[in-house]
């Protein structure tokens, strides 16, 4: 019996592959995004604390300096917070093109077994005619041994 063979196996399995890396890329830019937007939340827990600290001096006698160092140490955690939410959006506008990648991807491959599964329905609508058409030509001959017979 003929076996089916799908000329572009190889063309699907490609795409399956491309597939398969367009899903880690997405994997990979949502480990970024998630990294970014937990170093953000650390900056603000830092912030907080540094102004926590800044509160709790109010109206004691502490040093020029100390005061100086805790504003200048929260200035630079806003700037840090501000940078740090301009990669938090780098890294979530990554992932929506990732995303986007591994969605064309998948369609891709999804295309392509459509048409494999196409192919293998005909190639077995095929099979299934050449076997009808073989027992039609043995219960012919059949039938005509039986009537040579009876003659």
Same mark, same amino acid.
């Given at each position: 019996m =003929?076996? *089916? !063979? *799908? =000329?572009?196996?190889?063309?699907?399995?490609i795409k399956r592959?491309r597939?398969e890396q367009r /899903?880690?890329e997405?994997a990979l830019?949502e480990?970024?995004?998630?990294e970014?937007?937990e170093?953000v939340a650390?900056?603000?827990r830092s912030?907080a /604390?540094?102004?926590?600290?800044l509160?709790?001096f109010s109206?004691a006698?502490?040093?020029?300096?100390?005061l100086?160092?805790?504003s200048e140490?929260?200035a630079?955690?806003?700037?840090?917070i501000k940078?740090?939410e301009?990669r938090? &959006? &780098?890294?979530?506008?990554?992932?929506g093109?990732? =995303?986007?990648?591994?969605?064309e991807a998948?369609k #891709?491959? =999804?295309s392509?077994?459509?048409?494999?599964?196409? !192919?293998?329905?005909? *190639?077995? #609508? #095929?099979l299934a005619r050449? #076997? /009808?058409k073989?027992m039609?030509e043995?219960? /012919?001959?059949?039938?005509?041994?039986? &009537?040579?017979?009876e003659?």
């Open positions: =003929k076996r *089916f !063979r *799908f =000329k572009l196996q190889r063309v699907l399995d592959i597939e /899903q880690l997405v830019a480990r970024r995004r998630a970014a937007v170093e650390s900056l603000r912030l /604390q540094c102004e926590r600290q509160r709790s109206g006698s502490i040093p020029v300096e100390r100086a160092l805790l140490s929260a630079r955690l806003r700037q840090e940078q740090s301009t938090v &959006a &780098a890294a979530v506008q990554g992932l093109l990732a =995303k986007a990648a591994h969605l998948v #891709e491959r =999804k392509m077994e459509r048409l494999r599964e196409r !192919r293998l329905a005909a *190639f077995r #609508e #095929e050449a #076997e /009808q073989e039609d043995m219960a /012919q001959t059949v039938g005509t041994r039986g &009537a040579s017979r003659q």
